[in-house]
Protein backbone atom coordinates (compact mmCIF):
# COMPACT_ATOMS: atom_id res chain seq x y z
CA UNK A 1 0.00 0.00 0.00
CA UNK A 2 1.12 3.66 -0.83
CA UNK A 3 2.30 5.61 1.61
CA UNK A 4 2.26 9.17 2.32
CA UNK A 5 4.94 11.19 3.88
CA UNK A 6 5.05 15.40 4.90
CA UNK A 7 8.17 17.41 5.40
CA UNK A 8 8.99 20.65 5.10
CA UNK A 9 7.50 22.39 7.71
CA UNK A 10 8.46 24.99 10.93
CA UNK A 11 8.67 28.04 11.88
CA UNK A 12 7.97 31.14 9.92
CA UNK A 13 7.36 34.74 10.74
CA UNK A 14 4.08 36.01 9.08
CA UNK A 15 4.81 37.36 5.73
CA UNK A 16 7.14 34.40 4.78
CA UNK A 17 7.07 31.78 2.47
CA UNK A 18 7.14 28.04 3.00
CA UNK A 19 6.98 24.96 0.43
CA UNK A 20 5.56 21.54 1.61
CA UNK A 21 6.29 18.23 0.23
CA UNK A 22 3.88 14.86 -0.02
CA UNK A 23 6.39 11.73 -0.73
CA UNK A 24 4.44 8.81 -1.45
CA UNK A 25 6.41 5.81 -0.92
CA UNK A 26 4.72 4.78 -4.79
CA UNK A 27 3.54 5.44 -8.11
CA UNK A 28 1.25 8.59 -7.99
CA UNK A 29 0.13 8.81 -11.32
CA UNK A 30 -2.89 6.72 -10.95
CA UNK A 31 -3.98 7.77 -7.24
CA UNK A 32 -6.21 10.79 -9.10
CA UNK A 33 -6.78 13.32 -7.01
CA UNK A 34 -4.31 14.67 -4.15
CA UNK A 35 -5.36 16.76 -1.59
CA UNK A 36 -3.45 18.99 1.27
CA UNK A 37 -5.72 19.50 4.26
CA UNK A 38 -4.55 21.22 7.80
CA UNK A 39 -5.82 21.09 11.24
CA UNK A 40 -5.13 24.24 13.07
CA UNK A 41 -4.95 24.01 17.29
CA UNK A 42 -7.84 23.08 18.77
CA UNK A 43 -9.47 23.14 15.22
CA UNK A 44 -11.19 20.48 12.92
CA UNK A 45 -9.40 19.40 9.82
CA UNK A 46 -10.36 21.30 6.80
CA UNK A 47 -9.80 21.28 3.56
CA UNK A 48 -7.12 23.35 1.43
CA UNK A 49 -6.56 22.71 -1.72
CA UNK A 50 -6.31 19.61 -4.46
CA UNK A 51 -4.95 18.77 -8.20
CA UNK A 52 -5.93 16.36 -10.30
CA UNK A 53 -4.55 13.59 -12.57
CA UNK A 54 -4.41 16.25 -14.82
CA UNK A 55 -3.58 19.24 -13.24
CA UNK A 56 -6.27 20.74 -12.34
CA UNK A 57 -6.39 22.64 -9.41
CA UNK A 58 -8.74 24.11 -6.34
CA UNK A 59 -8.20 25.84 -3.20
CA UNK A 60 -9.97 26.99 -0.28
CA UNK A 61 -11.07 30.85 0.27
CA UNK A 62 -8.37 31.09 2.52
CA UNK A 63 -5.19 29.61 0.62
CA UNK A 64 -6.95 31.59 -2.82
CA UNK A 65 -3.81 33.95 -4.26
CA UNK A 66 -1.39 32.63 -1.87
CA UNK A 67 -0.99 29.06 -2.02
CA UNK A 68 -0.08 26.82 -4.89
CA UNK A 69 -0.38 23.08 -4.93
CA UNK A 70 1.49 21.03 -7.67
CA UNK A 71 2.46 17.51 -8.76
CA UNK A 72 5.45 16.13 -9.99
CA UNK A 73 4.52 12.73 -11.33
CA UNK A 74 8.00 11.15 -11.86
CA UNK A 75 9.02 11.82 -8.18
CA UNK A 76 6.11 10.77 -6.76
CA UNK A 77 6.12 13.88 -4.76
CA UNK A 78 3.07 16.57 -4.40
CA UNK A 79 3.89 20.13 -3.02
CA UNK A 80 2.34 22.90 -1.71
CA UNK A 81 3.82 26.19 -1.82
CA UNK A 82 2.76 28.77 0.57
CA UNK A 83 3.70 32.58 0.37
CA UNK A 84 2.12 35.37 2.57
CA UNK A 85 1.58 33.10 5.46
CA UNK A 86 -0.07 34.53 8.27
CA UNK A 87 -0.64 33.34 12.25
CA UNK A 88 -4.09 31.84 11.02
CA UNK A 89 -2.12 29.28 8.82
CA UNK A 90 -0.87 27.84 11.97
CA UNK A 91 -1.73 24.07 12.08
CA UNK A 92 0.01 20.82 10.77
CA UNK A 93 -0.63 19.78 7.50
CA UNK A 94 -1.64 16.85 5.99
CA UNK A 95 -1.40 14.79 2.41
CA UNK A 96 -4.63 13.24 1.34
CA UNK A 97 -5.68 10.43 -1.24
CA UNK A 98 -8.93 8.56 -0.91
CA UNK A 99 -8.21 7.01 1.68
CA UNK A 100 -4.64 7.70 2.27
CA UNK A 101 -3.33 10.25 5.05
CA UNK A 102 -0.04 11.40 6.23
CA UNK A 103 1.24 11.97 9.45
CA UNK A 104 1.13 15.48 8.82
CA UNK A 105 3.54 18.11 8.94
CA UNK A 106 3.27 21.32 11.30
CA UNK A 107 3.34 25.19 10.03
CA UNK A 108 3.66 27.58 13.20
CA UNK A 109 3.56 30.95 11.59
CA UNK A 110 4.79 33.27 14.63
CA UNK A 111 6.84 36.70 14.84
Known amino acids: QVQLVESGGGLVQPGGSLTLSCAAS????????MKWFRQPPEKEREFVAL???????NYADSAKGRFTISRDNAKNTVYLQMNSLRPEDTAVYYC?????WGKGTLVTVSS
Open 96 to 100: NTATL
Open 51 to 57: ITATGAT
Open 26 to 33: GSIVNLGF
